[in-house]
């Protein structure tokens, strides 16, 4: 990661799944450290990133954070389904979103209120389509071990149901990313 400007810092907006999903992908992101040696999906607890990493001046962090509030408290919780796995090979294997439409929605929103407001251009790339999913595995995965992994994972269960009743601003503190602020809808 390139390094930033003394008054800027990073930061993404995520949803975090609630316990016990949380612990069980969790597990998921361990698992892979251990048997496939991609320790890197844990430098970021597990979520579902709805708004890419940006740069923001750290002494303005709180206007961040109210107008992320004033934008949370607009909106409605909605269902997120977790179904099966998934991959954009050779390198990341993650837990599939089932139920896209509430998440979808409020990414667009998101997205809106971030490039309108908050004048961020980080984001979705227009001519590639948001698709939601929580990581498990990514950039340290080899390819060698990619096609191993997705062999074991490809038709492997996993099922999960939570309602997002908020959303998080992770920071990034030079070697991972923490929850900084939770956003209730």
């Given amino acids: 990661m390139k390094p930033v400007a003394p008054d800027l810092a990073r930061y993404f907006i995520a949803i975090i799944p609630p316990p016990p999903i949380f612990e069980h992908?969790?597990?998921?992101?361990?698992?892979?450290?251990?048997?496939?040696?991609?320790?890197?999906?844990?430098?970021?607890?597990?979520?579902?990133?709805?708004?890419?990493?940006?740069?923001?001046?750290?002494k303005k962090e709180s206007e961040l954070s109210e107008s992320l509030g004033r934008f949370g408290r607009r909106k409605k919780s909605f269902e997120v389904s977790l179904m099966g796995f998934g991959s954009f090979a050779p390198r990341v294997i993650f837990i599939s979103v089932g139920s896209e439409k509430g998440i979808t929605e409020f990414q667009k929103e998101l997205e809106k209120f971030c490039n309108e407001k908050l004048h961020l251009t980080a984001g979705i790339k227009k001519e590639n389509k948001f698709h939601p999913h929580l990581t498990v595995a990514f950039r340290d995965?080899?390819?060698?071990?990619?096609?191993?992994?997705?062999?074991?994972?490809?038709?492997k269960e996993f099922s999960a149901?939570?309602?997002?009743?908020?959303?998080?601003l992770l920071k990034h503190d030079g070697k991972s990313w923490f929850p900084h602020h939770h956003f209730r809808f």
């Fill in 25 to 58: 992908a969790l597990s998921l992101k361990n698992y892979f450290k251990e048997k496939y040696h991609a320790k890197a999906s844990l430098n970021s607890p597990p979520h579902i990133t709805v708004q890419a990493p940006f740069l923001w001046n750290e």
């Fill in 141 to 155: 995965l080899k390819k060698q071990e990619f096609d191993l992994a997705w062999q074991e994972f490809k038709d």
């Fill in 161 to 168: 149901t939570f309602m997002a009743d908020g959303f998080d």
